[in-house]
């Protein structure tokens, strides 16, 4: 019997399945396959932190397929991603193993590795080791946070802030940055500052351009040139001449490759260079690290992706020194190889840096067998690797000083002397340096007298610190130690989803709702959202991983201060928060007016004061006056501009429907925005109602066109024929989310897709991912509608139209036949629940139906029959005789129903 390994991934099982061939059988766990139940009581402070475990249906039919293939077996390896979630689903799996008596007489290791490689398999392999407990008891104690904070600090935030939807340990203190980096934009008032150029042509008639930098014999400040008026006097200094040069100073600098990526690194390089948001590069980065089909083999191109280390392996560092040698020339290969440690704090340094796990197998090599996007990730990832054990780039500096009296100017430039590891690689930095290395001074010499050309007096004005994009928070919160490789995609993604924050122009922007929170949270918790305490908790939280800590020590300490906390703002009063919450958010919803009257002055009444109110759907803005003036507004800044603000009043007009004339609009409803043709009729009993579309998460409102709203309100749209079988695919808009669909096969768009763009291929390839799990048996005997098998809450069911029946326990659903199916309806079969307006309908429906049976007068059958069944009257009253005396007889209880798939 062959042993058994098991990874996380299908992608992953079927590349190393390749690898270690017969004798082993590789399964995929497919992530976790249990976790905390979502209630309250799962973790058990009182029990010394006491966890209950829970396994959905995914995660016990995984652990039966490991089950059943152990049988048999002499040794089982768990070989799940080398960090501590992938120690903790081996430590899961086992667990579960270990109940179901699976383990007999079977020997249990762990095994991990670096890279998907056959050489790095068989390494692994042949180096087993035990489970590493002090990761997984760094990843109770990081559950058991995470999961207290959850579901003991968001009662707090649902009953004293209506509203609001849930707050996280780390993302709390994420979403405290972009607040803070909000309010920082809107208390900044801009300063002005000029400077002075001057343009001079060397005695060979050579054009260069200098600075002033010293006036009256004073060195020039930033903002010493404060008006129009001083710079003028400056110019005037300047336009006198007379200047010559008084010193040319020349030196030549090193700029030194970057390190490979870490997590944090890649996120940030990609979202700059390529585009890609956090999710969609740790997406794509899995992709490369799992393994491509090259030449008929699986191989995968890239090590572990999760990593904030920058070390790697002596043999890829020589493989690399060897590839850039030969691709390039000794001169761009150094001395020595190139050792990086890492400047994170809290860095744990587990793993290598992000590289290919083949240098030679170079972008172009590998870019038919990827994905445009593929491509593009890998080709940052090659590159950047291979430049850092480069030669670092050599640049030649040249300062030129010119003055006149006690006037001086100075004149720079650079030249690239050695381009180094900028022959292949530049990091933004570099780039934006690339307009000073390109800026070539002429030949001059000390004593020279250039000729003065055109003096220039510039206005500038400072500018506010840059909302934070994806890029720039993974590395604020890096340098902060505030969460981990693994948690940074996560954490941007929850904010978004929480409506906490949107992201504009790759720019994050707090909602109202999401300032509001914060500030709650720091007024009220202000310990749990400082950046200071949450870093240090993750330190605790990495002394547990290396085994100089107890866990349930760290867990004490935490729940003892925290509950404490928790309790104080049990009395606290709803009016209390609104105060505390006025008074922190008043400069936002009410900032300075420019004639200088009251922001918070009622518009309505004239003599009432605005200000934050918290009514049962959440928070708004309304009158002191109240009841008696009943003027409110959405929680908005006043004196905004244009569509933006429109927009918050409810409504933005796009333009007209080319055909009908109609107005096509974006609104606000309860349920988010939408698009809408044409108004609401007048006449309230009138069935014409006008055509909306919700926007799909991720549209931005102030930013839709008309061309995508028409777009929208055309859905469903037809995409193609699939290629193989010749059916009609098309796109829509559904209560779950934009999705593809062909025939009565349906999935799900993926949050980087466009509804309104997906094409053919895209469309071909979610389709087969869904059509593994759902099997046609053909068309039905009676009217020829098709017959499917598929994956359901509850197990496999087989479904016809709307009818639907559970296979029996134990039979598999690539086993079931069509004779069996049909046998299964006919004996088994349930009809769908309608769900939606087709539910009211029906239940409209079948009301009427019963209404109308009610009324008509009852059959002797059924008379005798409802004379079985006490009737459900108070006890005085007695039933009728029925015509045909009969016994009454208990009747049992109705069983639960299973709910159908």
């Not at 600075?211 to 300047?238: C, Y």
């Not at 799992?290 to 904030?308: F, N, Q, S």
């Not at 240090?536 to 925290?562: C, H, N, P, T, Y």
Request: aromatic share 6%.
């Amino acid at each position: 019997m062959s042993d058994v390994v098991v990874v996380e991934s299908p992608a992953k099982a079927k590349t190393i399945n390749k690898y270690l061939g017969g004798g082993y059988t590789v399964l995929a766990s497919l992530g976790h396959v249990r976790d905390l139940p979502p209630k309250d009581g799962s973790v058990r402070p009182e029990q010394d932190f006491a966890m209950d475990w829970e396994a959905d249906g995914r995660g016990e039919k995984q652990i039966a397929a490991i089950a059943a293939a152990l049988k048999g077996a002499r040794r089982l390896y768990l070989a799940t991603d080398p960090d501590r979630e992938g120690e903790a689903i081996s430590w899961h799996v086992r667990a579960m193993l270990e109940a179901r008596r699976a383990l007999k007489g079977v020997e249990v290791y762990r095994i991990s590795f670096n890279e998907i490689t056959k050489n790095a398999i068989r390494t692994a392999m042949a180096h087993p080791r035990d489970l590493d407990q002090s990761l997984i008891e760094a990843y109770l104690a990081r559950r058991a946070l995470d999961y207290l904070v959850g579901f003991t600090l968001s009662p707090v935030l649902w009953r004293k802030l209506p509203g609001s939807r849930s707050a996280g340990r780390v993302q709390s203190v994420a979403l405290r940055l972009i607040c803070e980096r909000e309010a920082e934009i809107e208390t900044f008032r801009a300063r002005e500052y000029w400077t002075v150029e001057a343009d001079f042509t060397t005695p060979r008639g050579d054009p260069f351009t200098a600075r002033l930098t010293h006036l009256d014999g004073k060195r020039l400040d930033p903002f010493d040139l404060a008006d129009e008026r001083a710079a003028l006097a400056a110019k005037a200094a300047v336009a006198k001449g007379g200047f010559s040069i008084t010193a040319v100073e020349k030196k030549r600098v090193k700029r030194h490759p970057p390190p490979p990526f870490t997590t944090s690194t890649l996120q940030q390089e990609a979202s700059r260079k390529l585009g890609f948001g956090a999710q969609q590069t740790m997406r794509l980065a899995q992709q490369l690290y799992e393994g491509v089909d090259i030449g008929g083999e699986a191989v995968g191109l890239i090590t572990y992706m999760r990593t904030d280390g920058v070390q790697m392996a002596a043999e890829a560092i020589a493989a690399i020194r060897d590839h850039v040698r030969a691709a390039f020339g000794a001169d761009y290969v150094p001395a020595r190889p190139r050792e990086y440690q890492t400047k994170a704090k809290n860095a744990q340094e587990a793993h290598e840096a992000i590289r290919p796990t083949d240098i030679t197998l170079t972008p172009e090599r590998a870019a038919p067998h990827l994905s445009p996007e593929q491509r593009r990730l890998y080709e940052l990832i090659w590159k950047r690797a291979a430049a850092a054990q480069m030669q670092s780039a050599e640049l030649d500096q040249v300062s030129v000083e010119i003055a006149a009296g006690r006037t001086r100017l100075r004149a720079t430039g650079s030249t690239l002397a050695f381009d180094g590891f900028l022959k292949l690689y530049r990091e933004d930095q570099d780039e934006a340096e690339g307009e000073e290395e390109g800026r070539i001074l002429p030949a001059m010499a000390e004593g020279e007298r250039p000729a003065l050309g055109e003096v220039r007096a510039d206005q500038h004005f400072t500018q506010p610190p840059p909302r934070y994009s994806e890029a720039s928070l993974v590395k604020k919160m890096e340098e902060l130690g505030i969460g981990r490789p693994s948690t940074y995609a996560s954490i941007l993604s929850v904010l978004q989803e929480r409506a906490y924050v949107r992201l504009e122009k790759r720019r994050f922007i707090p909602e109202d709702r999401g300032r509001l929170v914060t500030a709650f949270l720091v007024s009220f918790f202000n310990r749990y959202v400082d950046t200071g305490f949450t870093a240090a908790l993750e330190e605790q939280l990495d002394d547990v991983s290396g085994g100089r800590v107890g866990w349930r020590d760290v867990m004490r300490a935490f729940w003892d201060a925290f509950s404490a906390a928790v309790e104080e703002t049990r009395d606290l009063k709803v009016s209390d928060v609104i105060e505390a919450l006025d008074r922190d958010l008043g400069p936002h919803f009410f900032p300075p007016r420019a004639d200088g009257s009251d922001p918070r002055l009622c518009p309505a009444c004239g003599s009432g004061r605005l200000g934050l109110r918290l009514g049962r759907h959440g928070s708004f803005i309304g009158c002191s006056n109240y009841p008696e003036c009943r003027y409110t507004r959405k929680l908005a800044i006043e004196g905004g501009e244009g569509d933006a603000e429109t927009l918050r009043e409810g409504m933005r007009l796009l333009g007209q429907h080319p055909e009908t004339g109609e107005d096509i609009t974006v609104r606000r409803g309860p349920y988010g925005l939408y698009v809408q043709q044409g108004e609401a009729p007048e006449d309230p009993k009138s069935k014409a109602r006008p055509k909306r579309a919700s926007l799909p998460r991720g549209m931005n409102g102030e930013e839709i066109t008309l061309a995508q709203a028409l777009g929208l309100l055309s859905l469903p749209r037809q995409i193609g024929l699939h290629p193989e079988t010749g059916e009609p695919i098309a796109a829509g808009l559904g209560r779950f989310g934009p999705y593809i669909r062909m025939g009565g096969v349906y999935a799900s768009l993926d949050r980087d897709d466009d509804v309104l763009s997906v094409g053919l291929n895209r469309a071909v390839d979610l389709l087969a991912r869904k059509l593994a799990s759902v099997r046609n048996l053909g068309p039905h005997p009676k009217d020829s509608a098709p017959i499917t098998v598929r994956k359901g809450r509850f197990g496999p069911y087989v479904q016809h139209g709307q009818m639907v029946a559970n296979l029996p326990r134990g039979m598999a659903l690539e086993e079931v036949t069509a004779e069996q199916a049909v046998a299964l309806l006919a004996e088994k079969g349930k009809v769908l629940r309608p769900r939606g307006k087709a539910a009211a309908k029906a239940n409209g429906k079948g009301a009427a139906e019963a209404r109308a049976k009610a009324a008509k007068p009852a059959a002797p059958k059924a008379a005798a029959k409802s004379a079985k069944v006490p009737a459900r009257k108070p006890a005085a009253a007695k039933a009728k005789p029925a015509t045909r005396p009969a016994k009454a007889k208990a009747v049992p209880a109705a069983k639960p129903r299973k709910a159908a798939p």
